[in-house]
């Protein structure tokens, strides 16, 4: 069924749940208290659903009450921001950089691929957004972000429909808290690895694949203890002795002086490989280009 939106409605009722109450809402807005509750009864009957509920003399959102809160006030905010750049006599240039990134990638790696931008602009205004590849990915089809930086490409059906660089390559290496590391180097390495609980954060990407059959070479089998799709929280999971994790090697200093972990192994042969991926056009290209030819060591 087609909702039809009163935008009216919608802004006396973006009011009332910054206000908190229609009484002060209605001062807000020079409107009578009376007049404000029948409008807001009206925008709910409209959508069939409450988006408020009563407690003590306050009005606290439902939680569909919240999610139309969240577009309502995106809207209105770039409405506001619109209303402001027509009525400033200078134009401003915003520089805004939108870009996505795999949760699995770890921060310090994003940071340094991200950071080249500012050298272009240092004004720069970055929005950047972690998550799932297959939803960023969407995004960027439909120009809501202008770069991915992702190490899933199994996860990506067509990528003719983009432009793509790898921009960061590095050998593995596998993680350990004190106690757990001193116990597997005196029963023998990498031997000791077997059946021992290992921390996944990328089983779709290429390097876990390569790791396993690196592992399996060696007739060395390890228990798969979680996967844990964040970067961040499978080496806190790691730093709590709930098993080995993977990490660029790369990085290997700043994961043991973060995590409190010892390095185990570098395993050179299994590489995690970046990659920028983005569109033929984008008003984003200086800040792109930057990030695809600078070097990483």
Known sequence: ??????????????????????????????????????QLAQLESDFGRLLFKREGRKLKLTPFGQQVFDYTDAMFSIADELSYFLNTDQLIERNIFRVGVSSSIHKLIVYNLIQPAYNKTPELHLICK?????????????????????????????????????????????????????????EGLPDSLQGVALLANARNAVYFERLIAWLAKRNIHMRIGAEIDDSALIKIFGSHEMGVFAAPTMIADEVCRQYQVELLLEIDSVQDKIYAIYSDISNASPWIEEICNTTFN
């Open 130 to 186: 972690t998550g799932e590849t297959e939803r960023q990915l969407n995004e960027l089809r439909t120009h809501k972000l202008d770069l991915l930086i992702t190490d899933r490409l199994k996860v990506i059906d067509d990528i003719s429909a983009f432009q793509m660089k790898e921009v960061l390559s590095s050998g593995i290496s596998l993680f350990a808290t004190p106690s757990l590391a001193q116990k597997l180097r005196s």
């Open 1 to 38: 069924m087609d909702k039809r939106i009163n935008y009216k409605h919608l802004h006396y009722f973006r009011t009332i749940a910054k206000e908190g109450s229609i009484a002060v809402a209605s001062e807000t807005l020079k409107l009578a208290p009376q007049t404000l509750s029948g």
